[in-house]
């Protein structure tokens, strides 16, 4: 199953000339510079922009086509906006219940219970929202949405109003939503490292145009792609706890390239053995050597092959390198100097050690 669209949009001097089919599951996100129309995208998603023309299709159901265009209030959908849109003289309870009792009980996928508990709103319930911190009021928007029960979910840059310690007492819940429900997100952000953390699928757009769309790993590492020059270019791994060294306080994490070490202190489930996890690894923390070091306080060293060298292409960097490596199917980047690439006579099918001095643990 897919979502596929072939929208168009002119406005004044703005053209959004958007085609993609990307998965019906997980979190689809829709990223680029400001401007490109993200937003504009997803309003037409939504049927709110009234002279929008070409194809949306979810699964079997067309929204959009040459023959019909269903209005917002047909089109199975929720929308998150940046700022929680809530009804002041209710209270949460109330606001969650608005629309829920008017849905027809035979299109009621959640009930109110399973949303609050998913949420983790029940204190929040007797509220009104001038009570609620940023963060709990994205939640209880987010509880309405999915109560509206949605065929799919539009969330337009939900985390940009709040600060960072809201930010990461919400993502789990972001977290949450991806495990446990079976419905597609579209999912705005301007911020790689929320995109690294939640989303499966990216959409990468430039002047209203898709310039290219792929599983988040192979995104993120392409390139041709702007991504992977930002200075915080990184490589996601996904991986699986197989272990403990409880008197170091580390973590034992497989993936096909080999095995990482990282602290678990503080994480409130302990890291179980078995547990899927995510990691960030970005470009600047990974150097190169041509034999597998002893002797250092670098912990994660994996051998890899060097599969491309390419420039960067700022008057910044032009001593540097972005090199592209192979960790058994996994892709990785280093940023090297060019000295560094001259001294370790690198080439593509070059085999060497990727030493990694820090790894971040998104999940």
């Known amino acids: 199953m897919t979502i596929e669209a072939q929208l168009h949009l002119t406005r004044d001097d703005f053209t959004l000339d958007a085609t993609f089919c990307v998965p019906s599951h997980g979190i689809t996100a829709l990223f680029g510079p400001s401007g490109c129309g993200k937003t504009t995208l997803l309003r037409t998603i939504a049927g ?18 040459e023959a019909r265009c269903l209005p917002t209030y ?26 829920f009792k008017r849905l027809p009980k ?3 996928r959640f009930d109110l219970d399973q949303a609050v ?25 987010i509880a309405r949405a999915l109560l509206s029960n949605p065929q799919l979910l539009l969330m337009d840059e939900p985390l940009a109003a709040l600060d960072q310690q809201r930010k990461q007492e ?4 972001f977290a949450r939503l991806h495990s446990e429900l079976d419905i597609p997100i579209l999912y705005v952000s301007h911020a790689t490292d929320e995109v690294a953390r939640l989303a499966d699928y990216l959409l990468l757009l430039n002047d209203g145009r898709v310039q290219a769309s792929g599983p988040i790993a192979d995104m993120l590492t392409r390139a041709d792609l702007p991504l992977a020059h930002d200075h915080d270019a990184a490589a996601i791994i996904d991986a699986t706890v197989s272990g403990h060294e409880t008197q170091f306080s580390l973590a ?18 302990g890291l179980p053995v078995g547990q899927r996890v995510r990691l960030r690894v970005l470009a600047r923390d990974v150097s190169l050597t041509l034999e597998q070091q002893t002797g250092t306080s670098i912990l994660n060293i994996v051998p890899v092959t060097v599969t491309a060298l390419d420039e960067e292409n700022t008057p910044q960097s032009r001593a540097q390198l972005l090199a592209q490596l192979d960790a058994n199917g996994v892709p990785l980047l280093a940023r090297i100097t060019r000295k560094s690439a001259v001294a370790l006579a690198l080439e593509p099918g070059k085999p060497v050690f990727a030493q990694i001095k820090a790894i971040a643990l998104l999940d």
């Open 48 to 65: 709110l922009e009234k002279e929008a023309r070409g194809r949306f299709v979810i699964g079997d159901t067309v929204w959009q086509d």
């Open 74 to 99: 047909q089109r199975e959908l929720g929308y998150v906006f940046q700022e929680a849109s809530l009804f002041e003289h209710l209270s949460v309870r109330q606001n969650l219940e608005y629309g």
């Open 117 to 141: 508990t998913l949420l983790d709103l029940t204190a929040l319930l007797p509220r009104q929202p001038a009570r609620l911190s940023g963060g709990e009021r994205q939640r209880v928007a």
């Open 252 to 269: 034992r994490l497989t993936f096909p390239g080999g095995q990482f070490s990282v602290p678990y202190a503080g994480r409130s489930n």
């Open 106 to 108: 035979k299109k009621q």
């Open 170 to 173: 919400i993502l789990p819940f």
